[in-house]
């Protein structure tokens, strides 16, 4: 029996249809750029400080010194969450006394905002932050918000794959759109903190949902070379592209009701692609349904100016495709034996260390020092060439020295962060894009590197469960950032350590380049560094030069 790729192998490897896929499934993708990201301005905390109220009767001289002050960088500034008692001040304005000179600052008792703040508006008009005052003692309320909708993420990457699986991927992929499109849109009404989050767990559903299955339809329409540079740079680029348009966004629009406005409107015209991107036929064939199946092949054919043969599937064929199962599987053999033990858990460690770095990094722009747009735009702009990078890399050099040194470039600039005086703020943002660019390039390459680790047989279970531990780093990750509200280097030092750990640790995963695919468990190279009881050789499965089938997968952001 001939594969699907044989089967469909008269279309062509890169003609008219197969660029309009690749192109149109990529475009699809850039939504998911602004939106996983724009939490970094929605979010935003402008300096702020207690509110004095216009109907207290203070002198201008006690009215500039209501609020004590800190130092922060060298500089003395107002304090974020206390104020001077204002009956005590009331007082003291009353009877004439000067702040300073007749009465001790230091001496006097403070007191919370109990009047609310006054945000600055220099960078932001208004955020979520500035509309229901998550500061001070609320302030645990915008991480929350931020590890709330990487909770929706999680959930949305356990249901996306079943639904499509059974609905179709074209069907759910623009499902997912809609849901991540509708409430967005849902959010802009948002009477207060409680709803707004509610609605952005669902909008983080529809978000990873809409990036996966475009990622699956993808790969099984295209052909095998196509793939591999769809999976690995399409999807990526077009995901960096449209992290690049956020900056672009927020600076333009600086009220958050109208930036997430606009967000949106990208997602409602991708849903004129409904027109353009055709179901996958192997899922079609998969669910029997080989008629249409067969219209869409010759549609491809006809786009590429292919006579299609008379017959596209035969009998015997349709007979073999609809009753093809494999073997069953379950969870627990990704810890039946030693070597696969090990694996599981360091491939684990590997990515939730990584969606740390990733994450954090991208979600700490605002806290660098400089415009707060700009930094954005470059923590977007590193990120294309990290995956061209990532791709050459895992074509031509060996994965685990790729992978190890990406992360310790990564891990050791952010630890040189703390060394940078703080004359020099453009250096140390120029580290931690460094460490960006390193972090995100092993990002890249450790969805390819972790699927050429496993066999066959659990292969996909094996890229889900690291995945998962993927979107528990992203769930920490807010936390991280937060960290830097009482110091301002310790989320630096803490991804630096982590991340060098994790190089290291790298290192003693087999290597995999050049190596056929491994199909059963007994078949998976060996960890380095751990003694095994002695075990028959196994032959190898694939022919010397025969191309193994690689499930290759791209980063889901």
């Known amino acids: 029996m001939r594969d699907y790729d044989e089967v469909t192998a008269f279309l062509g490897k890169w003609g008219p249809f ?4 690749f192109f149109l499934l990529s475009a699809s993708i850039i939504p998911n750029g602004f939106n996983g990201m724009s939490v970094v301005f929605l979010a935003g905390t402008p300096e702020h400080h207690c509110r004095v109220p216009d109907t207290a009767n203070l002198s201008s001289a006690w009215r500039n010194h209501s609020i004590p002050v800190r130092l922060q960088d060298g500089r003395e500034v107002p304090q974020s969450c206390r104020r001077y008692r204002l009956a005590t001040i009331v007082n003291f304005s009353a009877l ?14 403070q007191e919370g905002c109990l009047d609310g703040w006054e945000f600055s508006q220099d960078i932001y008009m208004s955020t979520i932050v500035t509309e229901w005052s998550l500061v001070c ?26 639904l499509s699986d059974r609905f179709g991927r074209k069907t759910i992929l623009f499902a997912t759109m809609a849901v991540q499109t509708g409430f967005s849109f849902l959010q802009v009404f948002s009477i207060n903190w409680e709803m707004f989050t509610v609605l952005f767990v669902i909008v983080g559903m529809g978000q990873i949902s809409n990036y996966v299955v475009a990622f699956i339809l993808g790969t099984e329409i295209l052909g095998k070379s196509v793939r591999i540079i769809f999976s690995t740079l399409g999807v990526c680029i077009f995901y960096a592209f449209g992290y690049m348009l956020l900056p672009l966004f927020a600076y333009f629009i600086r009220d958050w009701r109208m930036l997430l406005l606009a967000l949106t409107v990208p997602g409602v015209l991708c849903a004129a692609l409904w027109w353009f991107i055709p179901e996958s036929p192997r899922w079609l064939i998969s669910q029997g349904r080989f008629q249409e199946a067969e219209v869409i092949i010759r549609r491809a054919a006809k786009t590429n100016g292919i006579i299609a043969p008379s017959t596209i599937f035969d009998s015997s064929e349709l007979q073999d495709l609809s009753s093809k199962k494999q073997q069953s599987h379950s969870i627990l053999d990704l810890i039946r034996t030693r070597n696969i033990r090990m694996i599981t858990v360091m491939s684990i460690i590997l990515w939730l260390t990584i969606s740390v770095g990733y994450f954090g990094l991208s979600l700490d722009t605002p806290n660098l020092h400089g415009d707060v747009y700009l930094n954005c735009f470059l923590s977007a702009v590193v990120e294309v060439p990290a995956y061209v990078l990532a791709w050459l890399l895992l074509r031509h050099l060996p994965r685990r020295y790729s992978m190890a040194t990406a992360l310790f470039l990564g891990g050791s600039v952010l630890l040189f962060v703390q060394l940078v005086p703080p004359e020099l703020y ?34 996909n279970m094996g890229v889900g469960v690291s995945s998962t531990a993927s979107r528990l780093g992203s769930i920490l990750s807010p936390y991280f950032v937060y960290l830097g509200a009482y110091d301002r280097f310790l989320p630096y030092i803490l991804m630096g350590s982590l991340t060098i750990l994790t190089a290291i640790l790298t290192l003693f995963l087999p290597e995999t380049f050049g190596t056929p695919l491994p199909d059963t468990i007994d078949q998976m ?19 010397d030069g025969e191309e193994s089938p690689t499930v290759l997968k791209s980063t889901s952001f």
């Open 18 to 21: 197969q660029r309009l896929i």
């Open 96 to 109: 004439g006394l000067e702040p300073g000179r007749d009465v001790n600052l230091e001496q006097l008792e």
């Open 426 to 459: 453009y250096l140390a943002t120029v580290l931690v894009m460094v460490g960006k660019f390193g972090v995100t390039a092993a990002f890249s390459m450790v969805y390819v590197y972790t699927a050429e680790l496993y066999p066959t047989v659990v292969r």
């Open 525 to 543: 190279l060996r960890v380095k560094g751990i003694k095994y009881r002695q075990t028959p050789s196994h032959t190898r499965m694939l022919k």
């Open 137 to 162: 003692e609320e302030d645990w309320k915008t991480p929350l918000t931020t590890s709330l909708f990487f909770v929706g993420v999680l959930l949305g990457s356990f249901v996306s794959g079943q």
